[in-house]
């Protein structure tokens, strides 16, 4: 199984809401990622996760609130956001932060209203 | 610090033609890296990766790549096109705690 599984696919909120991102994988990695990505961009990494311990925050602003409740499974929490936080979410996972590859989730299509 | 180039915003090729993605690096380690590849409202799909051994990689899909030291490049090509692989392509390479992306190429592929 090499597969990281996020929900939902789509999400449409309002700037007021409060929301959460989900991602989950069981292939025993000890890193976990977030990512950003806008269209016809490449990935802009968020946070990074090793050992359920937050490793990297890429200076993102305090509306979007990681969680790693245990090794498969890393949140994203949103609130307050704003229209220009519309993107493709992307989750990722890896053996751990020397990998040789990274395993990527389909991502949530965020559109903030 | 290590980082990549891709050569290349967008590639037209037509159908049954060869595939050519150029990708460079810049990296004071030996590097390690990779492929990617994303359809349209999905995430990304690893395609190959290069971990300092064989330099000529292979793929899925029928990709391959090649690690050329001496021009620090990495360029993925395929020998012939099919309208499947009409994606973006990313070239990355292993940076501290992360990976590195390229700008991303998009490849049409034209009937």
Same mark, same amino acid.
């Given at each position: 199984?090499?597969?990281?599984? @996020?929900?939902?696919? +789509?999400?449409? $909120?309002?700037?007021?809401?409060? *929301?959460?991102? %989900?991602?989950? @994988?069981?292939?025993? +990695?000890?890193? $976990?990622?977030?990512?950003?990505? *806008?269209?016809? %961009?490449?990935?802009?990494?968020?946070?990074?996760?090793?050992?359920?311990?937050?490793?990297?925050?890429?200076?993102?602003?305090?509306?979007?609130?990681?969680?790693?409740?245990?090794?498969?499974?890393?949140?994203?929490?949103?609130?307050?956001?704003?229209?220009?936080?519309?993107?493709?979410?992307?989750?990722?996972?890896?053996?751990?932060?020397?990998?040789?590859?990274?395993?990527?989730?389909?991502?949530?299509?965020?559109?903030?209203? | 610090?290590?980082?990549?180039?891709?050569?290349?915003?967008?590639?037209?090729?037509?159908?049954?033609?060869?595939?050519?993605?150029?990708?460079?690096?810049?990296?004071?380690?030996?590097?390690?890296?990779?492929?990617?590849?994303?359809?349209?409202?999905?995430?990304?799909?690893?395609?190959?990766?290069?971990?300092?051994?064989?330099?000529?990689?292979?793929?899925?899909?029928?990709?391959?790549?090649?690690?050329?030291?001496?021009?620090?490049?990495?360029?993925?090509?395929?020998?012939?096109?099919?309208?499947?692989?009409?994606?973006?392509?990313?070239?990355?390479?292993?940076?501290?705690?992360?990976?590195?992306?390229?700008?991303?190429?998009?490849?049409?592929?034209?009937?």
């Amino acid at each position: 199984d090499t597969e990281v599984t @996020q929900t939902p696919k +789509h999400l449409v $909120m309002g700037m007021t809401n409060k *929301k959460s991102l %989900k991602c989950e @994988q069981h292939m025993g +990695h000890r890193a $976990m990622y977030w990512y950003k990505q *806008k269209a016809k %961009k490449p990935p802009e990494l968020m946070f990074v996760y090793s050992y359920e311990k937050l490793s990297i925050n890429e200076s993102v602003p305090s509306r979007f609130s990681p969680e790693c409740p245990n090794s498969s499974l890393l949140n994203l929490h949103l609130h307050a956001l704003q229209p220009e936080d519309s993107a493709l979410y992307l989750c990722a996972s890896s053996q751990d932060l020397r990998y040789t590859e990274a395993f990527f989730g389909q991502g949530t299509r965020l559109t903030v209203v | 610090a290590q980082s990549v180039t891709q050569l290349g915003s967008h590639v037209s090729v037509s159908e049954g033609a060869l595939v050519l993605l150029r990708c460079n690096y810049s990296s004071s380690v030996p590097p390690y890296l990779f492929w990617y590849v994303q359809y349209p409202n999905q995430g990304l799909q690893l395609l190959l990766k290069y971990t300092s051994a064989a330099t000529l990689v292979k793929g899925i899909n029928g990709f391959e790549a090649e690690f050329k030291k001496s021009e620090t490049s990495f360029h993925l090509t395929k020998p012939s096109a099919h309208m499947r692989d009409a994606a973006e392509y990313f070239c990355a390479c292993r940076g501290a705690q992360k990976l590195v992306f390229g700008q991303g190429t998009r490849l049409t592929i034209n009937p």
